[in-house]
């Protein structure tokens, strides 16, 4: 697949909050998440944090995606109860799987809405 294709994979994957495990075949072993709230060095911790914590009710409208070379990034609105707010995904591949991801988005409604109880900030 190509980035934007397994780009667009792994968001179905995770805002479907359903087969979480699916992830691990478009990650790579090492894959390196990075975000405002979290990050992880494996795929394997990256899964198991969601698997504890699985994505719920939340949903995404895609407002633009590019891809080169061996990147995509997907920029979208994201909706959960009473935050909405844009981001992105910066996500880079090799040999076939996501091996970087990088989520950038304002915390700030997270953490003053009447869903910040659902963010862990610890």
């Not at 981001?87 to 997270?110: A, E, R, S």
């Amino acid at each position: 697949m190509k980035p934007l294709q397994l780009a667009r994979r792994y968001m179905d994957i995770f805002y479907s909050g359903e087969q979480i495990e699916a992830l691990m075949d478009i990650l790579a072993e090492q894959c390196h998440f990075k975000g405002p709230l979290y990050e992880f060095y494996t795929s394997r911790d990256y899964v198991s944090s969601l698997l504890k914590d699985p994505p719920k009710n939340m949903s995404y409208q895609e407002l633009s995606a590019l891809e080169c070379g061996n990147s995509a990034c997907i920029i979208y609105q994201f909706v959960k109860g009473s935050i909405e707010t844009p981001m992105c995904q910066y996500f880079i591949v090799g040999d076939g799987k996501i091996i970087d991801i990088l989520l950038i988005f304002d915390t700030h409604v997270f953490l003053e809405s009447d869903e910040a109880a659902c963010v862990d900030k610890n």
